[in-house]
């Protein structure tokens, strides 16, 4: 089975997966708009540049390029530090470029943002930091260490000092700022598709079990009949048989065997056709069966529900699973008892899931459901020992029950918050799930007729 545990989100391999291909195409085209701007600036405008060196610092580029081509095979993914190097190689490069060209005074200066930019989408916050702080460095370095620009006539192009300075400054806020859009954008999207990832997992494993159920069930019920002959045949030749023959025996022990095989197969067969195999049931059979793994964890759970007024629906794993997570938080978090109250209306079908913990903290109430949410803690919560907290339970469950058509709402049962736990009254975190009545989400059509039993053969 696939590794679910925190290990595999918190190692976060997808920091060394950029191709070395990708990086190479960038700086081919950063090359040829190297070149295009000095030909332009020469020969459309006149203006003087030391050609020469800029060829020089250009032809680096190149060469790198043309190394990693035939060193290094198309498919090449790097890892963090080789990309630093790589992005800090472009820097250096987009650095003595502008020195070269006028410093500040050449409007393409702001372009040393873009190595920047590309390791704040893709490394780490130690990696964009390095490759930040060298685009700074430059950017400073050429405020007044640079080769001047100088028109066809010999006059100086040169911005007023205040504009410099502006265009330092901004230049060095766009890199901060673009730096940290760009890596918040690129770390909600990464924490996105891990906890996705997650979701499938936990999807995965659900319906693997409802699976194994399904051919347990179907198992216990096709050897019903072949264990059945086998009894019978082995009772009639104990009645055939000498008292005290080994026959005798040997025929006794047979139809003891095949009794001890009748009874683990109905017990399969019982478990299969009642907890998984079953494709739709009464809503508080499902709610009975989410909460099933978690009543003997030292909390009370108690389940409300008219037994005269329930909706036929659709046993779907992620149904099952999504409320058999809300169910855990709750009773991860609960003082002494947890209430699910399950109720069937003529437009909406509802659980209510309802403990007497401490409630939600109200910093956080608008982002339950958000992968990777850390509560701030000094010390492990000795309520969930091993478990870091970052929000995936709820995140899965709520994206599994919108997955059937639910709609989620959170809230607290104190009002106002005060954070203290009230044991036995329900005053501490609420969760409402609701869907709509009709066969488009979880509401059965028509009951599906279930497994018999298997035919009990006394002797």
């Known amino acids: 089975m696939p590794d679910s545990s925190a290990d595999l989100f918190e190692a976060n391999p997808g920091r060394s997966w950029i191709k070395l291909r990708t990086l190479n195409i960038l700086r081919w085209v950063a090359v040829g708009g190297q070149i295009g701007a000095i030909g332009v600036a020469d020969r459309v405008f006149g203006i003087q540049i030391e050609l020469g060196y800029c060829a020089a610092v250009v032809g680096l580029s190149i060469i790198a390029n043309i190394v990693f081509h035939f060193v290094y095979p198309e498919n090449k993914r790097l890892n963090e530090r080789e990309a630093v190097g790589m992005l800090l190689f472009d820097t250096l490069q987009l650095g003595l470029l502008i020195v070269l060209t006028g410093g500040l005074n050449n409007p393409f200066a702001v372009l040393i943002a873009a190595p920047v930019t590309v390791s704040a989408t893709a490394l780490s916050l130690r990696a964009t930091l390095l490759v930040g702080a060298a685009a700074i460095a430059f950017t400073s370095f050429a405020v007044d260490l640079h080769i001047p620009l100088y028109t066809a006539d010999g006059s100086v192009l040169e911005l007023p000092e205040v504009f410099v300075f502006g265009a330092w400054v901004a230049i060095v806020t766009a890199i901060g700022f673009i730096a940290a859009y760009t890596r918040r954008v690129s770390s909600e999207t990464q924490a996105m598709s891990q906890a996705l990832l997650a979701t499938q997992m936990a999807l995965a494993r659900e319906q693997k079990l409802t699976d194994l159920g399904g051919v347990v069930a179907a198992a216990a019920h096709e050897l019903g009949t072949p264990l059945a002959t086998i009894k019978l045949v082995s009772s009639e030749m104990v009645s055939d048989l000498p008292e005290g023959s080994d026959l005798r025996d040997d025929a006794e022990l047979i139809r003891d065997q095949a009794d001890r095989c009748r009874d683990i197969l109905r017990s399969m067969g019982r478990s299969g056709k009642d907890d998984l195999h079953l494709r739709q049931a009464p809503l508080v059979a499902v709610v009975e069966e989410a909460a099933e793994p978690h009543r003997d964890r030292g909390k009370d759970i108690v389940i409300e529900a008219d037994e005269d007024n329930q909706a036929m629906i659709q046993r779907r794993p992620e149904l099952v699973h999504g409320l058999r ?135």
């Open 325 to 459: 997570n809300l169910v855990q938080n709750a009773v991860d978090f609960a003082a002494t008892t947890v209430w699910v109250e399950a109720d069937t209306t003529d437009t909406a079908i509802m659980i209510r899931i309802v403990d007497d913990g401490a409630g939600y903290p109200p910093h956080l109430l608008g982002r339950i459901g958000d992968p990777f949410i850390r509560r701030r803690r000094t010390a492990p919560d000795a309520q969930r020992p091993e478990y870091e907290g970052m929000g995936l339970g709820l995140f899965i469950a709520k994206t599994l029950l919108e997955r059937t058509g639910a709609e989620l709402t959170f809230a607290n049962g104190q009002d106002p918050y005060t954070g203290v736990a009230r044991p036995n009254e329900r005053s501490g975190a609420i969760v409402e799930v609701v869907w709509p009545r009709g066969t488009d989400n979880i509401e059965a059509a028509e009951r599906l007729p279930m497994l018999g039993e298997n035919v009990v053969i006394a002797g």
